[in-house]
């Protein structure tokens, strides 16, 4: 017997006549892929997804590890059995490829969140083509290997970090003293602040995922959870406790910290820096945002690229050709000789 899993289906059914709907990053709206009516998104006005939610530390919190497992699922289209597998809440039955969202619950970390695609499948499928076209040293049939690919779009999990700092730190720097270099060290103090640090919230979003959507986050353009902006794409739900998802952010905020440190100090050539920093008015969101991911082998390798679901930045792992990098070198190569002749012979005049 299946579990009675909080399922949005019935929402996701056309309401002229009951076909299958999928979101449409073009419109913003439920498209019934049977009869073509569009439906619009209903969206909760007392909801607001810009909120923060604080987090004290040193205090204990409520919040508990989540349990994941598999969760069967009956769908209520077909009765054919539906399986949410570890992390994922969205899915299509495989019998009527009706769209399946787990709602939001008690027995799940809350997505406060989410800003839904605004970029097309053909539009990230152009990105991909074209970003690898552009690629220089590329083996000559690495684009005919990407065409026979395909993207697909899911929402993965992140998080928002907002904290206020207060910093001690020391650095050492070299300085020219005449022809002497000399190593000088220096201490001093500073405030800053974190306002919406995007960091992943699951071990699946790579540095190249992060950065592909980094840049075009603004969190004025999150919308409250709805399932309806998964029907038709994959989704992960947030696994991470508030706790961990801190850890997961502190790679990128001691480099952000230390690039802060180097500013104000303002000094160059520095070769050693360390830090004290107190941590308070800790604020985070959970929220999804959208990616288009194209997964792709060559000689062997699984390489993937990217394309952000906002507004189609691309990024991308990438093979090279070692006959053109090697006749790039002898280009480069031949060219300082010819420069290096006339040079001097420019010099016997």
Known sequence: MTEELPIAQEDLQCTSCAGQCVYTPETGRLTCESCGAEHKIPVNPHVDP????????????????????????QCDTCGGEVVFHGHSISENCPYCHGALVERPSQERYPTLGLIPFAVTQEQAQTNAQKWVSERWAAPSDLADVVARSR???????????????????????????????????QSGSMRTEFDDLLAPASPHVTPLIRDGILHDFYPGDLRPFEPAYLAGFAAELHHQSVQEGLKQN????RLLLANRIKSQSGKSRIVDLTYLTDTTGIRYRRILLPVWILHYEYSGKHLKVVTCGLKGRTFGE????????????????GAATVFGFL?????LY
């Not at 919190?61 to 699922?73: C, F, H, N, S, T």
């Not at 990438?318 to 190569?333: C, D, E, N, T």
């Not at 040079?343 to 010099?347: D, K």
């Open 250 to 253: 502190e790679p990128d905020k």
């Open 50 to 73: 810009t909120i923060e939610h604080s987090f004290d530390p040193d205090v204990l919190q409520a919040e508990q590890p989540k349990l994941v497992r598999d969760r069967p699922y």
């Open 343 to 347: 040079w001097g012979a420019l010099q």
């Open 318 to 333: 990438r093979p090279f050709s070692m006959v053109k990098l090697i006749g790039m070198a002898a280009a480069l190569a």
């Open 151 to 185: 993207v697909a779009g899911i929402y993965v999990p992140f998080w928002t970090f907002d904290s206020k700092e207060a910093v001690k730190y020391s650095i050492k720097y070299k300085v020219s003293v005449g022809k002497r270099t000399e190593t000088r060290s």
